[in-house]
């Protein structure tokens, strides 16, 4: 498991080059309480990391991403390296947006000046949400490369259905990684009021979305077809046909069994060596960090933790 030292370590994601894993993560110093940069590690076994610094800080006070960063993406594409990254602003709203930075070593980053570059379109997502938290959803970019395009998955709500159920993907596309056009949101089954951390990855003929939600947001009408389960904060996943679904939960769809002994949530998936791995932040404030792989096996039902 990765810690840093005086500080509270929050959602990571991955890019895999050759043998080398790089993790990008949310860091922040224990004695504060708001404001996230984003820093960078490197390992080629998934438990032993190297500490490579800071990638991102905030922007100045009055820009889009001054108040604090959060989750993102790595792809490579056009013989560069992008990260989507959420930003949050000094505003009186709260009004999250995607944007986007560059690099040419996965050391050095350059924000766009265009920032950002994707938020929140009201032809299909909530612009005020009617959910238990009020603000504008539009965070956890995931970029997946297709080819002609990229497409970018994020947290969102959309506009039509149940208030509790109208936690979305939203969809987001680009042929330059610089102009994106909102898409509607895919179809996939209803089950909370918030689909956080959103990806999705093809493995063995299949479509995965993996997603994490917490126990408190998931619909009446989904807790009550397994009456005396006892959810949890934790990771999902549904199966597709295509990227754009439409996706199926099957059962729970929780991916880990049985709960951890803490905190273990926001997870994404490595392919490496060969192998499919889950990793997810484990722990909170001091206690926090990257935690150790869990091997995992992806089948017609979803995506399952195979020990732990």
């Known amino acids: 498991m990765f810690r840093l030292e005086g500080h509270r370590i929050g959602d990571a994601w991955y890019f895999t080059e050759g043998e080398t894993?790089?993790?990008?993560?949310?860091?922040?110093?224990?004695?504060?309480?708001?404001?996230w940069r984003i820093d960078h590690c490197v390992s080629d076994d998934l438990k032993h990391w190297q500490y490579e610094g800071t990638a991102l800080e905030p922007g100045p006070p009055d820009a889009w991403d001054g108040k604090s960063l959060a989750t993102g993406s790595v792809i490579r594409r056009n013989g560069q390296y992008w990260m989507a990254y959420t930003g949050h602003k000094h505003e009186a709203a709260f009004v999250q947006r995607a944007g986007m930075a560059v690099s040419d070593?996965?050391?050095?980053?350059?924000?766009?000046?265009?920032?950002?570059?994707?938020?929140?379109?009201?032809?299909?997502?909530?612009?005020?949400?009617?959910?238990?938290?009020?603000?504008?959803?539009?965070?956890?970019?995931?970029?997946?490369?297709?080819?002609?395009?990229?497409?970018?998955?994020v947290c969102a709500r959309r506009t039509d259905g149940d208030v509790a159920e109208r936690g979305s993907v939203g969809i987001a596309q680009s042929a330059d990684m610089i102009h994106?056009?909102?898409?509607?949101?895919?179809?996939?089954?209803?089950?909370?009021?918030?689909?956080?951390v959103p990806q999705v990855y093809f493995i063995e003929g299949r479509w995965y979305l993996v997603f994490c939600t917490h126990d408190f947001w998931l619909t009446p009408s989904f807790r009550d077809q397994f009456p005396g389960h006892a959810f949890r904060s934790t990771d999902y996943a549904m199966v597709g046909d295509s990227p754009l679904g439409p996706f199926?939960?099957?059962?729970?769809?929780?991916?880990?069994?049985?709960?951890?002994?803490?905190?273990?949530?926001?997870?994404?998936?490595?392919?490496?060596?060969?192998?499919?791995?889950?990793?997810?932040?484990?722990?909170?404030?001091?206690?926090?960090?990257?935690?150790?792989?869990?091997?995992?096996?992806?089948?017609?039902?979803?995506?399952?933790?195979?020990r732990g």
Do not use: C
């Open 105 to 153: 070593d996965l050391e050095t980053w350059r924000k766009l000046p265009k920032n950002p570059t994707s938020v929140a379109d009201p032809a299909h997502y909530e612009i005020e949400s009617t959910g238990q938290r009020q603000l504008t959803h539009w965070r956890d970019p995931f970029l997946l490369d297709t080819g002609g395009r990229v497409l970018q998955y």
């Open 180 to 196: 994106w056009e909102s898409l509607p949101p895919p179809e996939h089954d209803r089950m909370t009021e918030e689909m956080e």
């Open 248 to 306: 199926r939960i099957h059962g729970t769809g929780e991916i880990m069994p049985e709960a951890p002994s803490g905190r273990f949530y926001a997870s994404q998936l490595i392919e490496h060596g060969g192998s499919w791995f889950l990793l997810g932040t484990e722990g909170l404030d001091a206690e926090s960090g990257l935690s150790d792989p869990l091997p995992i096996v992806a089948d017609e039902t979803g995506i399952h933790v195979t």
């Open 21 to 35: 894993v790089h993790a990008w993560f949310l860091a922040m110093p224990l004695e504060r309480k708001a404001g």
